[in-house]
């Protein structure tokens, strides 16, 4: 049993079930080469045994930041989508503005959490963040802000534990057969 957080733990004997992961980089500035915290994600989730569904950008604007996510929703080939970047204060930071509307549901307590872990890293910095989530036509949804460090603080910490099947006593995995329910 690895620890992880207070009150988590691996069920070693539990299979793993690999989840389909975008990655959309919210930013005016950053590229391909350029863009490590995507890439620093990307990578993350490949290491962890899932499947990186796909890798965009989108730029500081709400439309395209939307058209992605939808596209990303509607194609029934992805069940978590993470973007990094544009959560902030300033006003080309337009990430929860595009995507908290899509919401069918939202998941409160990634941010409280998420703030929790980003204070022990940056201390009260973590208040001009933004970073959200919540489920759009049954595809899970993380916003984190841009920098190397919040992608660490939220995929290690928070993220990558509830999108293992292994995490007990509960994660967000064993969820996803029953999103859609009526």
């Not at 975008?22 to 989730?45: Q, Y």
């Not at 660490?152 to 029953?178: F, T």
Request: proline share 4%.
């Amino acid at each position: 049993m690895n620890a992880l957080a207070p009150g988590g733990r691996y069920d070693e004997a539990a299979a793993r079930t690999a989840v389909r992961v975008a990655v959309l980089t919210v930013s005016d500035t950053r590229d391909e080469e350029s863009d490590t915290s995507g890439k620093l994600l990307a990578d993350r989730v490949i290491a962890a045994g899932h499947v990186l569904a796909a890798r965009a950008f989108a730029p500081d604007d709400v439309a395209a930041i939307r058209a992605r996510i939808q596209a990303w929703t509607d194609s029934g080939e992805v069940d978590a989508i993470i973007t990094t970047g544009g959560t902030g204060l300033t006003g080309r930071d337009v990430t929860p503005e595009a995507i908290a509307p899509l919401f069918d549901k939202t998941i409160d307590g990634f941010s409280v959490i998420f703030h929790l872990v980003s204070y022990q890293s940056v201390g009260l910095s973590t208040l001009q963040s933004r970073a959200l989530a919540g489920l759009i036509k049954g595809v899970f949804v993380f916003c984190l802000p841009g920098s190397n460090g919040a992608v660490r603080d939220g995929w290690d910490k928070v993220i990558a534990a509830q999108l293992d099947s292994r995490h007990r006593p509960c994660n967000l995995v064993e969820l996803m057969p029953r999103l859609l329910e009526t």
